[in-house]
């Protein structure tokens, strides 16, 4: 099964996305994801049946054009060619200017007081209207013939019924030698000139919310110094492009430059900006053997190293994937608002009917005077507006959260955040550093120091835990003991037996409990069940832990500190931070069970390191995990908080819940904007020129609230 992404242009609504959708799914395509907004479109490719470029044929003949990688032949005037030679416009910007062109005159003779002759004679208004009326057919006819074939009418079947019924209607009156009755010439041609400008006041709000989304993706194409070696093995260093670059391949670095790909130092040392990835400015040092993201930039110095990951599989594409995905997911909101967008084409169509024959049969009007009320209905409702709400906001909210190294894997994270009520911290990792140093140690006269230092470095050299760490790195020995067996248990420490048969513990006070009565230790190292010494580390508090509690408790957010670490720590860290609850001591089954109970009291976030927590933030509510910028891909968590930023936290918080709001007022003014804006056309209050134009307004009000959310305070 072949995962296939392509990207899609000429989706200008939700009906447009579901005619996409169904299409797919009719040939039997599978986890079917289609977003109008950046025009992605993804999908399962079954083993059998239709093939890619099959599935990229049907699409286009819906109407939509896939955007391929090549680039096209452009003339000098901005438009281009296709195969056949047959001219196209690029934008609806340009089809608007050419519009207003022809349509201008048209509108003169509207002003009061202005009465030229020729403006006004039947046969110059059918002259200016046939090309207006030909560029506007071959764009929203076109597609709405295809969306009413495809069984999901989209917003240009209104557009282009009530433009055809305006220009045909001032056909017939000029054949019926009644041009002064029938006259609705400007009618068709302001309509198709100002929903054009609509839709291109519409494309370029939809494009700023993708801003922070375009950010990233641009910086995942930058030139590469090249490093080979020719027939004398001397190195030589030649520029490519960073997309050619294949794993395993050497390149040069240096001061100022873009690293192209992600890879490992092997020579060198720098100081490395990484706030595309992660929103931090502050430049982190790398050495030999440390890892450089694609998309960071070398501040100072030069460096070379080896490409270890190209294309998708590089962080910088892995968060570009996560943050698409979470996009193109629909919220229940969304699912709603899709459901009417669906019947809302043919519910409009039938409102203009009636109010047609219905002010043509019952009332005083003219046909002419009620055929403008009916097209008005047609080109005021917008169902653009309905389609728009959801997908803009939550655009806007997760390009601001990846700016600030802020990662949601789906928007339904977003969604759950407004009902969080408490927080749960692990201790180790994330409201500490997870650095831990060699604070105290003693040992029993039986033992020198060097002896004690040995058993400690041979026994803790097998384990995983942060607080080994410390022991390995400050008391490297180079005759260590060589164990006949040794194993790790979880929550109680190293075991191991020596060739001779000793057995030793670097345990736990769990496990040391019945040889000492003192509990204030780390970690205790036995020999044949006697205590020969313990030993104390500490492990540093974030800089920003407190305050990040501090802001919680502000908002009316509960802290829980729930680790596995001793009572006394834990309640140490506790005071300090000002957290209320603490439950320490407990093993991954305990926290789990933990997780659960205090999810049925009310919505829990879990924070945690994401690797010994993967149980519990799997379990809560929202999971979120503080992460190395290059472990995302693995993350059990909902959420993922990059170079372990905490300091996000309360930043991730606000933004799902002040996305969520946006997505709220948005649906509210598209639904009442057309629940407002429909009677007010069929009771004859809106002219279509003006009709159309406030159509084009609402999209660009929904794209403005949307966008508002880049600089909004949410904490």
Not at 369 to 393: D, K
Not at 611 to 626: C, E, F, M, R, Y
Request: glycine content about 8%; hydrophobic content about 45%.
């Amino acid at each position: 099964m072949e995962e296939v992404n392509l990207k899609v242009e000429g989706m200008s609504c939700t009906n447009c996305a579901l005619s996409i959708d169904k299409y797919l799914k009719n040939q039997g395509m599978e986890n079917v994801r289609v977003n109008f907004i950046g025009g992605d479109v993804s999908f399962n490719l079954q083993g059998e049946g239709k093939t890619k470029d099959q599935i990229e044929k049907g699409i286009e003949s819906l109407g939509y054009k896939i955007k391929k990688p090549i680039s096209h032949s452009h003339d000098h005037h901005g438009h281009h060619h296709d195969e056949a030679g047959k001219f196209h416009f690029h934008s609806h910007l340009q089809r608007f200017w050419f519009c207003f062109v022809f349509t201008l005159p048209l509108m003169v003779h509207m002003i009061p007081g202005i009465h030229i002759h020729l403006l006004m004679n039947p046969y110059f208004q059918l002259f200016m209207t046939i090309p207006v009326y030909i560029v506007g057919m071959d764009f929203f006819g076109r597609s709405a013939i295809k969306s009413v074939l495809y069984g999901i009418p989209n917003m240009n079947v209104l557009i282009a019924l009530g433009s055809t019924a305006a220009f045909t209607y001032s056909i017939y009156g000029m054949i019926a030698g009644k041009a002064a009755e029938y006259m609705f010439f400007e009618t068709a041609c302001t309509t198709l000139t100002l929903v054009f400008l609509g839709n291109w006041m519409e494309d370029k709000s939809v494009e700023r919310t993708q801003a922070s989304l375009k950010k990233l993706a641009i910086s995942q194409k930058v030139m590469a110094n090249m490093i080979a070696f020719d027939e004398h093995h001397q190195e030589q260093v030649f520029t490519v492009e960073s997309t050619s670059l294949k794993v395993g391949d050497l390149i040069l670095i240096k001061n100022g430059e873009h690293v192209p790909m992600d890879c490992k130092v092997l020579w060198g040392e720098a100081s490395v900006n990484e706030a595309i990835i992660t929103g931090e400015s502050i430049p982190i040092d790398k050495k030999q053997k440390d890892i450089l993201i694609g998309g960071s930039i070398i501040e100072q110095g030069t460096i070379k190293a080896q490409v270890t990951a190209v294309g998708e599989d590089t962080v910088l594409a892995n968060i570009l994937k996560m943050v698409r995905d979470a996009q193109s997911e629909k919220p229940p909101m969304q699912q709603m608002a899709d459901k009417i967008s669906a019947i809302f084409v043919p519910t409009v169509i039938s409102i203009a009917l009636i109010t047609l024959f219905g002010t043509w049969g019952f009332t005083s009007h003219t046909f002419g005077e009620s055929l403008l009320r009916g097209i008005a209905v047609l080109v005021i409702s917008c169902p653009c507006a309905m389609g728009l709400a959801t997908p803009a906001a939550i655009a806007v909210g997760l390009g601001r959260a990846a700016r600030n190294g802020v990662l949601f894997k789906n928007a339904k994270s977003l969604d759950v955040f407004k009902d969080i009520k408490q927080v749960v911290f692990d201790k180790t990792g994330t409201l500490t550093t997870g650095h831990f140093v060699i604070r105290n140690h003693h040992y029993t006269d039986t033992n020198s120091e060097e002896e004690f230092k040995r058993i400690a470095f041979s026994l803790e050299k097998y384990s995983n835990h942060p607080v080994a760490k410390p022991i390995i790195r400050e008391w490297k020995v180079k005759d260590e003991i060589r164990w006949a067996s040794v194993e790790e248990i979880k929550g109680l420490g190293i075991k191991a037996t020596d060739k001779e048969g000793n057995h030793y513990w670097a345990a736990s006070y769990k496990a040391a409990m019945g040889h000492t009565d003192d509990a204030n230790h780390n970690i205790y190292v036995l020999k044949n069940d006697t205590l020969i010494g313990w030993i104390d580390v500490e492990d540093e508090l974030r800089p920003e832990a407190k305050q990040v509690i501090a802001l919680l408790k502000s908002i009316g957010i509960k802290s829980i500190l729930l680790s596995g670490d001793k009572q006394e720590k834990c309640n140490h860290v506790a005071a300090i931070l000002g957290i209320e609850e603490v439950w320490a001591e407990q093993t991954p089954e305990q926290k789990l069970a933990k997780i659960a109970e205090l999810n049925t009291i009310a919505p829990t976030a879990m924070v945690g390191d994401g690797i010994n927590d993967a149980p519990a933030l799997a379990k809560a509510t929202v999971g979120i995990s503080l992460s190395d910028a290059s472990q995302i891909a693995m993350q059990s968590a909902q959420v993922v908080l990059m170079n372990h930023g905490l300091k996000n936290l309360p930043l991730s918080l606000g933004l799902g819940k002040h996305t969520f709001f946006t997505i709220k007022t948005n649906l509210f003014w598209a639904f009442a904007y057309n629940i407002v804006a429909i009677p007010v056309a069929a009771f004859g209050y809106l002219s279509p020129t003006f009709g159309a134009l406030i159509m084009g307004l609402s999209d660009v009000v929904l794209g403005i609230n949307s966008m508002w959310l880049n600089w909004k305070k949410v904490v």
